[in-house]
C-alpha cells in the first residue's frame, strides 16, 4: 500500500537558518510527489511537484528514488515561510496520499 | 480565475443528525476530490470523480457517507448520521483532466463539528 511520511510534526527555526522538512514514501510503482503549503487562514496550496524540478519561493525538492524520499530543502529561511507542509504522493493511478504534515515555526 | 467554492465554512451538528457539504469547483476542471481532514492530520481521500462517474471511494465510510456531482460540475458531501469521530475539516479539490499531475486546486474547507 502507498504511504507517505513526515517525521517531523513541527520544525523550528532561526530566520536565515536553512530549512530541510522531510518526507519519504513507499509506492511500488513510478511516483508523482508534491508538496503543498497551507498559511495561516488560507487555503491549501500546491508548492512543488517533483516533476518540474523548479525553484518555488527559494524552495527545492528532489525525488531519491534509492532512498524513496522527497525531502523539502530552503538554504535560508524567511518569517513569511511560517505554516504548515504537506508531501503528497499521486500515483499512477492518481489516488492521492498526503502526509500528516510538519508545522515549520521561523522565529525573527 | 475563480477558485474552488465551498459552503457552508462552519457547521455544528448533534450526533446522529445529518449534514451536507456543497462544492463548486474550477471552471472546466473534470476531476474533484472530498477530502477528510482530522485534527493533527493530513488530508485523506474520500472519493474522487471524474466528470459525473467516480474513479475511487474506496476510502468512504458508505454506510453513512455518501456523494454525487451529478452534472459533472458541483458536487454534495452527505452525512447521515453523523458521529462524534466525523469531526473534521472537509475539503474539496478540483484538477483539469489533461493535467493532474501539475496538482490539485484546494477550496477553503467546511469545519464540522459534531456534538
Known sequence: AQRVTQPEKLLSVFKGAP???????????????????QY?????????????????????????????????????????DSAMYYCALMPGSYIPTFGRGTSLIVHP | EAGVAQSPRYKIIEKRQSVAFWCNPISGHATLYWYQQILGQGPKLLIQFQNNGVVDDSQLPKDRFSAERLKGVDSTLKIQPAKLEDSAVYLCASSPLQAQSRGQYFGPGTRLTVT
Open chain 1, 19 to 37: 530549512v530541510e522538512l522531510k518526507c519519504n514514501y513507499s509506492y511500488s510503482g513510478s511516483p508523482e510527489l508534491f508538496w503543498y503549503v
Open chain 1, 40 to 80: 495561516s487562514r488560507q487555503r491549501l496550496q500546491l508548492l512543488l511537484r517533483h516533476i518540474s524540478r523548479e525553484s518555488i519561493k527559494g524552495f527545492t525538492a528532489d525525488l531519491n528514488k534509492g532512498e524513496t524520499s522527497f525531502h523539502l530543502k530552503k538554504p535560508f529561511a524567511q518569517e513569511e
